[in-house]
């Protein structure tokens, strides 16, 4: 937002509504590339179907972690001083926490499953288990976002 950030305080809603647009923009983006792989990938696949619906709605409920977490910190630690957007692209080490988040996330998800194998279950088990974290993670994410992210947004 950069130098309009001070307008929005003039308009008459909550950090939160500022902030839940983004959140569903960035998993818009994220479902329409991942149901396009999901579909070419049951086509091409037809057996392994439950497993990449499952692969997909993990997908999604992580990129509503990250997207959440994102923005919180966005929020928390606001860039404001660029004047064009390759300015604010620049040097941004907001997204690089993100992009670091979203590794770890990658490195725990393999690492859930793979336990759940080792432990005798399925690979879809595995799955099952992995999206239930993902789903626990999304609640906590979502009260971060709509209790402490959207707070810590209107008093920037």
């Given amino acids: ?16 509504d500022h902030l839940l647009p983004k ?5 818009l983006m994220n479902g329409f590339s991942i149901l396009l792989l999901a579909v070419v990938a049951c086509v091409i696949l037809p057996k392994f179907i ?18 959440a977490i994102g ?5 928390a630690h606001p860039k404001l001083n660029w004047r064009t957007e390759q300015e604010a692209m620049k040097s941004n080490f907001n997204s690089m926490i993100v992009f670091l988040g979203s590794l770890a ?3 725990i998800g393999v690492g859930v499953v793979f336990l759940v194998i080792w432990l005798g279950g399925t690979f879809l088990h595995g799955l099952l288990a992995l999206t239930a ?4 993670g999304a609640l906590a994410c979502w009260r971060m976002l709509t209790h402490t992210g959207a707070k810590s947004y209107y008093l920037h």
């Avoid at 959140?23 to 998993?27: H, P």
């Avoid at 439950?50 to 997207?67: D, E, K, R, T």
């Avoid at 923005?71 to 929020?75: K, R, T």
């Fill in 71 to 75: 923005l919180c910190y966005d929020a």
């Fill in 23 to 27: 959140l569903w923009i960035g998993m």
């Fill in 133 to 136: 974290l993902l789903i626990i």
């Fill in 105 to 107: 996330m990658l490195g």
């Fill in 1 to 16: 937002e950069g130098i309009t950030h001070e307008q929005r305080k003039t308009f008459p809603v909550t950090g939160l």
């Fill in 50 to 67: 439950p497993w990449i619906v499952m692969g997909f709605l993990a997908s999604q409920l992580a990129s509503f972690i990250l997207n």
